[in-house]
């Protein structure tokens, strides 16, 4: 029996069979939140796609609990395990509302009909994510910060034990960043829910996370609590962030020392 809810061991990522990040050792109980950090290219997006199935691995292995991704059925994946990316997505004709309600597609069998439960949970979860004002609206006409939140209630209507998200708050004004993290917070204390997502916005990143994974180069940087990683100058190198000439300008680095620095 494995101790952890969600597991690597040894992952090895890339493409084309060429390694990026190798040996990723990931070990996650229930109800954590873990974000992923690290510069542009460092491999976020495609940890991502590994772990939730959507890029063979190169090597090594992912669980759920004992159970060996790969091995389960992809219905049985769906109802545990929920993806938003943040490609631009497109459903013509349809409503805010058509497309969250397709996030109940583990549950309404072939044809698709939503019985009175799924219904209910589809305006609950809009209610919660702050889509309800926009249900009926087309979803190719919103704004992308409303996609995003419209996508993130599609993935919580399919009432996942793990939600996966790459930049989720990319197209956010800051109210609905904050938002945003708070429903998650309140789906993993509620709910249980264990979110891993990639984050650009390192002081939401050390508020958020119950773990940060920080990705540099082949190997991972760095794995611990927000603590263990946002401790002395290890920000900085992380984001090569000692030589830039911005560090000359007071208030700039003053910012960086904010984040850096313990709470
Ligand atoms: N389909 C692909 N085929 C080959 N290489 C790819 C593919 N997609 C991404 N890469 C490469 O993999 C590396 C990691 O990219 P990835 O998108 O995972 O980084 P990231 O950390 O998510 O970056 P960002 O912060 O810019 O979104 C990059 O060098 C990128 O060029």
């Known amino acids: 029996m494995k101790e952890y809810y969600f597991s690597t061991n040894k992952m090895c990522v890339g493409y084309d069979n060429k390694p990026l990040i190798r040996e990723v050792e990931i070990t996650l109980p229930k109800g954590e939140i873990l974000s992923l950090i690290g510069p542009n290219g460092a491999g976020k997006s495609t940890v991502l796609k590994s772990i939730a199935g959507q890029l063979q691995l190169i090597g090594g292995a992912v669980y759920f609990g004992d159970d060996r991704l790969g091995e389960m059925k992809t219905s049985e994946l769906a109802k545990k395990m929920s ?92 109210r609905y960043k904050l938002d945003f993290l708070s429903i998650l917070q309140e789906l993993r204390d509620k709910k249980g829910l264990t979110v891993i997502m990639s984050l650009h916005e390192l002081e939401l990143a050390k508020l958020v996370s119950d773990k940060i994974l920080c990705l540099k180069g082949e190997f991972v940087e760095r794995y611990g609590t927000p603590e263990e990683i946002f401790e002395s100058d290890f920000i900085e190198r992380l984001f090569d962030l000692k030589e830039g000439g911005f560090l000359k300008n007071e208030k700039l680095s003053g910012y960086i020392r904010q984040i850096s620095s313990q709470p």
């Open 83 to 174: 993806v938003v990316f943040t490609q631009k997505v497109t459903a013509e004709m349809k409503n805010c509302r058509d497309v969250v309600a397709t996030g109940r597609y583990p549950y309404t069998g072939w044809f698709g009909v939503l019985s009175g439960e799924d219904e209910r949970i589809v305006d609950e979860v809009m209610e919660l994510t702050h889509t309800a004002e926009i249900r009926h609206q087309e979803f190719d006409k919103i704004s992308d910060g409303q996609k995003q939140r419209v996508m993130l209630a599609r993935a919580i209507c399919q009432e996942p034990e793990l939600v996966i998200l790459d930049e989720p708050t990319s197209f956010l004004d800051i």
